[in-house]
């Protein structure tokens, strides 16, 4: 008997372990932990039910069948209420269901200046916004992201801390610019695209390029089909001795802030743009290549140069983002450097244009250009514009500034899932995300357009420093109600999942 206790019990004990593997560990699809603390939703496949879910066709009453984190079905008008039976349903009701927004444009600041921002602090404001995927620029965090050394030190430093997804975008500077190679290896390491500055960033290791080095970048990129973003200004000689002031100017007149930085400096920018994108046409030298200009704030000749270059068969978008549709230079309170930003808030008039080129498609997308900093860098008790660190807070909340003051307009649910979503996911090479269609990622925003709300002291806010965002004291409408990612849902009703289980998202070669 012994011996037969001998043979069989480590038997049974094996048997034992892998049926309690089996039912404890997930389907190598499911993007959910053991215990489920990647979301707080306990089920993998479930139904999502609406009376406004936002598709590529339009906005209807639907069901959206999620399954091991992908959409697997999606029902729009009427449809079988019985075949939502034996699983489980999240019926939202009145609430819009829509794609989750994709921000092509935020600094989250880590490795190196975790004290602005960070990973885990910024990705929590995304996933309590409706964002579920943003791409993260090279620059403000410390190293800035030039290389395949340094990007490797971003996702080192990203473990643990994602609440949504995350790409990263690489760096073009002067010193790889002329090195294919070095290059070559950034973009083989996963980032999604290249960003460069046409005149000084204001950080020491990102130092701005010229029209010859963004051509050097434009090659490169035609061979992996992927973007060039820039920041489009140039300072310019002649009126350079403006940035100066003089002793009639006011530092804390927003005023003089926007002299310093006037339209001619996008427009000479885009004018050296247009000229290199030629490249990217049918037959060009970098037939492949793209050329994104972010953050537009321009939206007289500068807007007119890009039009000419789309016409003109190169391949360029541009963004905007809501602080330049929600504010206007003639509001800004003298001393209040929240406000502060490059390009600079422009006039109303400018406004309002910009708001039409969006509406006519001339402006493609939106992004948050979320640029946070410490509070005392922002120089709230001297108010002055000249030397405060420039970048508007604002990731939690764009989409309902967009929503809020897009209203006006007659914006559409489908516009926003256009400006949010779908053009955002094509600049960033994302065809699994996007929009709500089957085989593609469950990534969801659930919100409530006609809930008014107030950004006040008694809001949540998820950002590191609450006290920095320009919108602060805006009464707005347009409340987040639930965030998924990949089926997990990551935020509902001020309520985060336990574990940050958002991934990395990295090009493929």
Same mark, same amino acid.
């Given at each position: ?9 480590? /038997?049974?004990?094996? !048997? ?90 935020? +600094? ?6 975790? *004290? ?26 410390? =190293?800035?992201?030039?290389?395949? *050394? ?5 996702? %080192? ?14 760096? /073009? ?18 980032? /999604? ?6 005149? =000084?960033?204001?950080?020491?290791? @990102? ?21 060039? $973003? ?11 001795? !403006?940035? +100066? ?20 400096? %996008? ?19 970098? *037939? ?11 939206? &007289?000749?500068?807007?007119?140069? !890009? ?19 929600? @504010? ?14 490059? =390009?600079?808030?422009?006039? *109303? ?28 860098? #922002? ?5 002055? @514009? $000249? ?25 559409? @649910? ?11 996911? #094509? ?47 805006? &009464? ?34």
């Amino acid at each position: 008997m012994d011996i037969l206790k001998s043979r069989f019990l480590p /038997l049974i004990a094996l !048997i034992a372990s892998l049926l309690f593997l089996y039912f404890r560990t997930p389907s190598s699809n499911s993007n959910k932990s053991i215990d489920g603390e990647c979301s707080l939703l306990t089920h993998d496949h479930y139904w999502i039910v609406s009376k406004r879910v936002v598709t590529p066709r339009g906005v209807a009453p639907g069901a959206v069948e999620v399954k091991a984190g992908r959409i697997n079905t999606v029902k729009e008008g009427e449809y079988d209420k019985s075949s939502l039976q034996n699983v489980h349903v999240l019926n939202y009701g009145d609430a819009v269901v829509m794609p989750g927004l994709i921000d092509v444009h935020a +600094h989250l600041d880590e490795p190196g200046r975790e *004290e602005w921002e960070g990973f885990s602090t910024g990705t929590k404001a995304a996933a309590a916004g409706g964002i579920t995927t943003l791409i993260d620029m090279p620059l403000n965090s410390f =190293p800035s992201t030039v290389s395949e *050394e340094t990007l490797k030190l971003k996702l %080192e430093a990203a473990k643990k801390k994602l609440y949504v997804d995350v790409g990263f975008w690489g760096g /073009l500077v002067p010193e790889n610019a002329f090195d294919p190679s070095a290059l070559d290896k950034l973009l083989k390491a996963g980032a /999604l695209g290249l960003k460069s500055f046409m005149c =000084p960033s204001g950080i020491n290791d @990102f130092p701005m390029t010229n029209s010859t080095h963004i051509k050097e970048g434009l090659k490169v990129l035609a061979k992996y089909k992927r973007p060039l $973003l820039v920041h489009a200004e140039v300072v310019l000689e002649s009126e350079s001795h !403006i940035a +100066h002031g003089s002793d009639e100017s006011d530092p804390r007149s927003y005023a003089t802030y926007l002299k310093t930085r006037p339209p001619s400096w %996008e427009e000479a920018a885009i004018r050296e743009l247009k000229d290199a994108s030629e490249e990217t046409r049918v037959g060009g030298n970098a *037939e492949g290549a793209h050329v994104h200009i972010v953050h537009l704030a321009d939206s &007289r000749t500068s807007l007119d140069l !890009i039009k000419e270059a789309k016409h003109g068969g190169s391949s360029l978008t541009v963004e905007t983002c809501p602080h330049y549709l929600a @504010f206007s230079a003639e509001e800004i309170p003298d001393g209040d450097t929240r406000f502060k930003c490059a =390009p600079p808030i422009r006039d *109303e008039a400018n406004r309002q244009s910009l708001w039409e080129a969006l509406l006519e498609g001339y402006i493609d997308m939106l992004s948050s250009d979320h640029s946070p900093s410490t509070p005392d860098l #922002k120089l709230f008790d001297e108010g002055d @514009f $000249l030397r405060a660190w420039g970048g508007i807070s604002s990731l939690q909340f764009v989409l309902p500034i967009t929503w809020s003051y897009g209203k006006a307009y007659g914006i559409t @649910f489908n516009q926003l899932a256009s400006w949010w979503s779908e053009r955002p996911a #094509k600049l960033a090479g994302q065809t699994n995300k996007g929009a709500i269609k089957s085989e593609m990622d469950a990534d969801f925003v659930v919100w409530m357009p006609e809930v008014e709300f107030e950004l006040d002291e008694n809001y949540d806010i998820y950002h590191k420093h609450r006290n920095i965002s320009a919108y602060l004291g805006q &009464r707005i409408s347009g409340k987040v109600l639930a965030t998924f990612v990949r089926g997990n849902l990551v935020y509902s009703e001020g309520k985060h999942a336990s574990v940050a289980c958002g991934a990395p998202v990295l090009a493929k070669q």
